[in-house]
């Protein structure tokens, strides 16, 4: 089947920097998505990388490695505003996203 | 960036009523999706169109219907509302001649049956 991990729940305090980490399993792979979701809101698009390497935009960065089937998620200078849920997604091969069940990251001043 | 639009934002209604969920954006992106999605969980795809007259079901398609006859509207509707269907549900879309083709969110219905 196809699935995709990431940790339930992480806690950094404020100023510091977290990494979120995701490992996938999928029937062919054809990108992979990071979006943010504050409590009740709706999923925001943050990231998005298909070739292995590291993209960066400004306080948020995204790692792939396809032969691993890793990701991350590296965020620096945390705010208490970036206190939300942290979705990873890849686009399977037949170009259908699979979900996550995302990270809740806690931060703490 | 989309302009997608859900309404209601918040809805309570009984067990066996007909309820529309309605959804429209501005931005003339070709491919619509609807999410399920409890709290704390992953989002599961309900259906999905690649443009207009086009209709695809997703993980979670037996219990409701859309329909797909102007660009920007994409209704879902389910035929008798169960408590099982008490849930968050997200409109998306994305705009397939795009490279990357990122899903963009309206802001969600949170249904409620009783």
């Known amino acids: 089947g196809q699935n995709i991990d990431q940790p339930t729940e992480m806690t950094a305090t404020e100023g510091a920097i977290v990494q979120i980490n995701c490992t996938y399993q999928?029937?062919?792979?054809?990108?992979l998505f990071w979006y943010q979701q504050h409590a009740g809101e709706a999923p925001t698009f943050l990231s998005y990388?298909?070739l292995d390497g590291l993209e960066e935009k400004g306080r948020f960065s995204s790692f792939l490695s396809r032969s691993k089937g890793y990701s991350y998620l590296l965020l620096k200078e945390l705010q208490m505003k970036d206190s939300a849920s942290y979705l990873c997604a890849v686009r399977s091969g037949n170009y259908q996203l699979i979900w996550g069940a995302g990270t809740k990251l806690i931060i703490k001043p | 960036e989309a302009d997608i639009y859900q309404t209601p934002r918040y809805l309570v209604i009984g067990t066996g009523k007909k309820i529309t969920l309605e959804c429209s954006q501005t931005m003339g992106h070709d491919k619509m999706y609807w999410y399920q999605q409890d709290p704390g969980m992953e989002l599961h795809l309900i259906h999905y169109s690649y443009g207009v007259n086009s209709t695809e079901k997703g993980d979670l398609s037996s219990e409701s219907t859309v329909s797909r006859i102007r660009t920007e509207h994409f209704p879902l509707t389910l035929e008798s509302a169960r408590p099982s269907h008490t849930s968050q549900y997200l409109c998306?879309?994305?705009?397939?001649?795009?490279?990357?083709?990122?899903?963009?969110f309206g802001p969600g219905t949170r249904l409620t049956v009783l």
């Open positions: 990388n298909v």
């Open positions: 999928t029937s062919g792979f054809n990108g």
């Open positions: 998306a879309s994305s705009d397939l001649a795009g490279d990357v083709d990122t899903q963009y």
